[in-house]
């Protein structure tokens, strides 16, 4: 956290992300849609790739997610794809490319958003539930879909986007404590599958 604190949705997002990147063993990490490495610093591996669509952030694969025929199949450990989803036009097609460059007993870590402004980069094309991500998914062996946030959060995330949010921002820290086993009013999810 910097000088002005994350908003709820992140704290919220990354609370339950390092919960599922707990569960990792070292291995071959590809993070995909990544402009940067933010989390070389939680994930334990012995190789760490990036795949983005735009050439100038460096990444070690330029590739568009829904086809990754420029990627090596069963070659990964993990694939991280974090608020990725919501990007793609098609969905189900990109995350069964990640599963075709995955190892056997592979795991891809993945999160999107459900209450969140419209925000393009370049575009935004989707908000999914626990029934739509179990379905992209269901290629996979195992798959955990994980909530994050509840009621009380998102009404916070809706009053902190008003005028008066840059003075609100700085309780949300303590809001992002206040958990929910269950919830109508998730502000996004957490997906832990393995192939």
């Given at each position: 956290m910097g000088f002005f604190p994350n908003s709820i949705t992140r704290i919220s997002f990354e609370n339950e992300l390092k919960e599922q990147l707990k569960k990792l063993k070292p291995g071959k990490v590809l993070d995909v849609g990544s402009k940067d490495s933010p989390y070389t610093k939680m994930i334990p591996f012995t190789e760490y790739k990036r795949l983005d669509i735009v050439k100038k952030t460096k990444p070690d694969y330029v590739a568009d997610l829904h086809d990754l025929r420029s990627v090596p199949k069963n070659h990964f450990d993990t694939v991280i794809a974090t608020e990725v989803l919501e990007h793609l036009y098609d969905p189900e097609k990109a995350v069964e490319e990640i599963r075709k460059i995955l190892k056997e007993k592979g795991v891809c870590i993945a999160s999107t958003r459900f209450f969140y402004h419209y925000h393009p980069d370049p575009h935004?094309?989707?908000?999914?539930?626990?029934?739509?991500?179990?379905?992209?998914?269901?290629?996979?062996?195992?798959?955990?879909?994980?909530?994050?946030?509840?009621?009380?959060?998102?009404?916070?995330?809706?009053i902190n986007t008003g005028k008066f949010g840059f003075v609100l921002h700085w309780f949300n820290p303590l809001i992002a404590k206040i958990k929910s086993d269950k919830t109508n009013y998730p502000l996004g999810f957490v997906i832990y599958a393995v192939k």
């Open positions: 935004d094309y989707y908000r999914f539930t626990w029934d739509s991500l179990r379905y992209i998914f269901r290629n996979f062996k195992y798959v955990e879909v994980h909530h994050h946030g509840n009621y009380i959060q998102t009404l916070w995330q809706l």
